[in-house]
């Protein structure tokens, strides 16, 4: 089979066809595992040195934020909440909401989905990658009500006692997301993933009824966008997504990430079960194998995983989540490495 670039890799494996090898990229990369294995690079300069498949780039790159309190790392977001930033951590933690009661309603005003400063940064690399690798974004509307409008507790307490209230909330981030993705999809992104989780280990957050009535139109929005203009849209979201992975895959996502080891889901059922509907992509474990286990113990899994759902195509092989602080970056080198050798089709395994 002739020899495909990154960006066709992914288009393939996401029509749920074959491309010459299994693809790989990540949600994110952590710059300690990065620098451990080619010290100094950019994301961009990391990812052409281990070839892999896409650059993925959180929505928080282009966003706003306003120091509340430098010595504890306290910013205040482009939606108004107060989120704290760990030494380490890429993604930050939410501690106070900016709808605080329905009043707050009154006066919000919501961020501008059209700043040109949020876009400089995914130009360049669209720039770089032009049809080479696929130039990935993430966006996040439900996590954006969850975490910076309304906090999780309150959210969950509304969509039973104020579902009012909710929709006023939906409707915010559904009038933002709208204009995003399209000035993404404008300026050349190539593939749009949705990154909010809505389940833990024990299953989804709140009940099926309650997403199918609160969330699954999030990403049923984010998915008719993108199918508008052409362009594939995926789904991540960790923990036991069993109870709703049906809902899942009737908005017509095109794939699903990670399916997650350590909440029980399984990737051969889940191959099995939607493999003819998504694309399926995980679930190297970034626990304990990626970040403890040994090179021998990575080349295992992730022959096992290309085993159970690359037939066929309509897989790429990742992490469980991410490649966080923690992992060993020799173990993380040696899963692309794995990917590159057992991945070739057709599959020999």
Request: one cysteine or more; charged letters at 30%; a negative charge.
């Amino acid at each position: 089979m002739t020899k495909l670039t990154g960006l066709e890799r992914i288009v393939k494996a996401v029509k749920r066809q074959e491309p010459d090898t299994v693809p790989t990229f990540e949600l994110i990369i952590d710059r300690k595992v990065r620098d451990a294995i080619k010290p100094g690079l950019s994301l961009e300069d990391f990812c052409e040195h281990m070839d892999l498949d896409a650059v993925c780039y959180h929505e928080l790159l282009g966003d706003r934020f306003e120091a509340v309190d430098e010595s504890k790392r306290m910013m205040r977001d482009q939606w108004g909440a107060i989120q704290q930033f760990s030494a380490a951590g890429t993604v930050p933690i939410p501690r106070e909401p900016a709808i605080k009661s329905e009043k707050d309603l009154d006066n919000y005003i919501s961020p501008d989905p059209d700043l040109p400063s949020r876009y400089q940064h995914i130009e360049e690399a669209i720039r770089r990658f032009k049809s080479k690798r696929a130039v990935i974004v993430g966006v996040r509307p439900f996590a954006t009500i969850k975490d910076s409008l309304r906090g999780d507790v309150n959210l969950f307490k509304d969509m039973v006692r104020n579902p009012n209230l909710v929709d006023q909330l939906c409707s915010i981030v559904s009038e933002y997301y709208s204009k995003f993705i399209k000035n993404l999809i404008d300026i050349g992104v190539d593939i749009i993933i949705e990154t909010a989780d809505w389940a833990i280990t024990q299953g989804p957050m709140v009940s099926p009824e309650l997403t199918k009535r609160f969330i699954i139109p999030t990403l049923q929005q984010v998915v008719e966008e993108c199918h508008s203009r052409g362009v594939p849209c995926l789904k991540h979201t960790d923990g036991n997504i069993w109870p709703i992975f049906d809902m899942i895959v009737e908005t017509g996502v095109d794939g699903v990430h990670p399916i997650d080891p350590l909440a029980g889901m399984d990737l051969r059922e889940a191959k099995t079960k939607y493999g003819d509907r998504v694309c399926l992509m995980g679930n190297v474990d970034c626990g304990d194998l990626l970040s403890f286990g040994n090179k021998e113990e990575v080349r295992q899994e992730v022959k096992e995983c290309i085993r159970q759902a690359g037939e066929g195509g309509g897989y790429i092989c990742m992490s469980s989540n991410s490649i966080h602080n923690a992992v060993n970056p020799e173990n993380y080198f040696e899963m692309v490495k794995s990917i590159r050798e057992y991945g070739k089709y057709p599959l020999s395994l």
